[in-house]
């Protein structure tokens, strides 16, 4: 921790500090803006899932728009545990995280060679199989009803019992040191030698193969821990809800990820967490009013991508750093 | 046993044949300069001998070893670096961060989810000693993107340097720049290959450049073979005169 405060500039750590503390302390200073604590929950999830969309969009600098599938698969493989084989919630997480991350792999092998457009283009097609066999196969997924019902499960941490399915706060927590143990993982092989290539092949990918770096592999391991984080953050969903929704594999959902990425900063950390903030708290405030949110969520993007090209963080973080 | 040698590549680009039935031998130490007019095939040249593309027809042996079907990274493996017409670096990030990247790589820890503080150290004793050697002292926190071209130039060699290469090709490493810049590139080139014992193949258009560093210098037009030799030798070549010095004096 000491070499920490003495290698990063004083002001990342300040950064970092305050968004710990807003995330630790958020059921107590939601309800002060009218917020509730499982609208706080949702935003953890969802972010999580735009940044893992962004550790491949932002550092790798491969766009995947089909990313809602290894979510979707993420949220079956839980919610099937939990339904039809074990009442265990971290059974659950473990299923649906490694369920998503293997088809992710696999996946990745066949659609490493393709770029840019064609890259996206197959993972949107890829992408809506997986949700047409969710919304096809009823007997086992639910079909366009979804499935359920199945309930996430208290944890058993030897002396005591969390119950996380009736205390919306306990459940919070829960969710908020999963986010945590994710993307401390996330940061961590960011700042790696293998994350540094990364970054390589996003700024230049000629110069990264003509250093070495066979970037067909290298993307196929991004590609797949994205997709492990994804379903990681797709298995939260299904306990947040309570249900599997096929829609959540659908190619709009992955959109929805990337326009969180983009709004919030594609090129910083916190960046996609930032834009599952405003799209969620956009969804609930407004689809309350008006049918037509998405309209004005569409508008705001449209906003911000013409105006803040780096995104809301970026542009924040520009005045901070002019300043 | 000589380091590289080409037989008889060709490469076409449908009707276009850009390498014709060229063949070049280069021994360990050596400075050998590539010239010829714009489009006579230097490039795509380059390009056959670092994988880029794979010629139509010919072998490539690099240091004993058939190389012509590897792929441009596992030539990079066997020891062959290389930089570009149009410099490429990482723009968005530092001096040191490009750097550092091809220290890694060369280090085979391009894999590693963690480095130890004794290999962290190791790695950045090396990207200072490079930072030293390429005169980017001053500039080794800054976006390479911001800067000149010069040193833009700079970091691209030395991060092909970075490789511990046995082979550097450079293509028109003083393309585009001012005297000032020329003159302290040719001095790096200089230095690696005299101090550093490092054999270089360079493709360059100054001719001030070509004779003042090259051992031997092999002259290409219009993808065809057109004559090789000594400095001297090149300079006294009466079908070089017609095709190219002729031209541009
Ligand atoms: N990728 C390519 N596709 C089609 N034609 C090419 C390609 N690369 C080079 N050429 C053509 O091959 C010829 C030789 O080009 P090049 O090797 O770049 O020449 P030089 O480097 O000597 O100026 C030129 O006519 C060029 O237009
Ligand atoms: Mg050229």
């Given amino acids: 921790m000491k070499q920490l405060l003495k290698l990063e500039p004083r002001r990342k750590v300040a950064a970092l500090a305050a968004i710990w503390a807003a995330l630790m302390a958020a059921p107590f200073w939601m309800p002060l803006l009218g917020g509730y604590t499982a609208l706080g929950t949702r935003v953890l999830v969802l972010g999580l899932a735009a940044m893992s969309v962004n550790f491949l969009l932002g550092f790798t600098g491969v766009l995947s728009f089909g990313h809602a599938a290894w979510f979707g698969i993420g949220a079956y493989g839980c919610g099937m545990i939990l339904k039809y084989i074990a009442l265990s919630t971290p059974l659950g997480i473990l299923a649906g995280t490694l369920a998503g991350g293997i088809a992710g792999a696999v996946l990745g092998a066949l659609i490493v060679r393709r770029r840019g457009v064609y890259f996206a283009m197959v993972t949107i097609a890829f992408g809506q199989v997986f949700y047409y066999i969710a919304f096809q196969w009823s007997s086992v997924t639910g079909g366009d009803d979804g499935l359920r019902p199945f309930y996430r499960q208290p944890l058993h941490l030897g002396v005591a019992t969390l119950d996380i399915l009736n205390n919306a706060v306990a459940f919070y927590y829960f969710v908020l040191v999963c986010f945590a143990l994710a993307v401390a993982a996330m940061a961590f092989i960011l700042r790696s030698p293998f994350g540094r290539t990364m970054l390589a092949i996003r700024e230049n990918e000629r110069r990264a193969r003509f250093l070495g770096i066979p970037v067909e592999l290298h993307i196929w391991i991004a590609f797949t821990l994205s997709c492990f984080f994804m379903a990681y953050a797709g298995s939260l969903y299904a306990l947040v809800n309570n249900f599997a929704d096929p829609r959540g594999l659908h190619y709009s959902q992955s959109g929805d990820f990337v326009m969180m990425a983009v709004m919030g900063g594609m090129r910083s950390f916190w960046g996609p967490l930032l834009g599952a903030v405003v799209f969620v708290v956009f969804q609930d405030y407004v689809s309350s009013i008006t049918i037509n949110w998405q309209i004005f969520i569409g508008f705001l993007f449209v906003l911000v991508v013409l105006f803040f090209p780096r995104g809301i963080l970026g542009a924040i973080r520009r005045t901070v750093v002019a300043s | ?249």
């Avoid at chain 2, 001719?207 to 290409?220: G, W």
């Fill in chain 2, 1 to 249: 046993m000589s380091l590289l040698q080409v037989k008889n590549v060709s490469k076409h680009f449908g009707s276009l044949v850009a390498v014709n039935n060229i063949s070049m031998t280069v021994e360990p130490g050596e400075l050998r300069a590539i010239i010829g007019p714009n489009g006579a095939g230097k490039t795509t040249f380059f390009n056959l001998i670092t994988g880029f593309f794979t010629p139509n027809t010919g072998r490539i042996i690099f240091d004993g070893r058939d190389v012509t079907d590897l792929l441009p990274a596992r030539r990079v493996w066997c020891g062959i670096a290389r930089t570009f017409q149009v410099t490429e670096v990482f723009p968005e990030l530092t001096v040191r961060e490009n750097l550092r990247i091809s220290v890694e790589v060369a280090s085979g820890m391009r894999l590693r989810a963690w480095l130890s503080q004794t290999d962290d150290d190791k790695i950045r004793a090396r990207v200072r000693e490079l930072i030293e050697m390429g005169g980017l002292a001053g500039k080794a926190d800054r976006q390479v993107g911001e800067l000149s071209h010069g040193d833009q130039r700079a970091t691209e060699i030395m991060m092909a340097l970075a490789l511990k290469p046995r082979l550097l090709l450079l293509d028109e490493p003083t393309a585009g720049m001012g005297d000032q810049e020329t003159y302290e590139i040719t001095q790096l080139i200089r230095r690696l290959h005299r101090d550093g014992k490092l054999t270089i193949v360079l493709i360059e258009h100054d001719m001030r450049v070509v004779f003042h560093l090259a051992d031997r210098i092999m002259v290409l037009d219009q993808g065809k073979f057109l004559a090789e030799g000594t400095p001297p030798e090149i300079a006294a070549n009466k079908a070089v005169q017609t095709a190219y010095l002729g031209q541009a004096a």
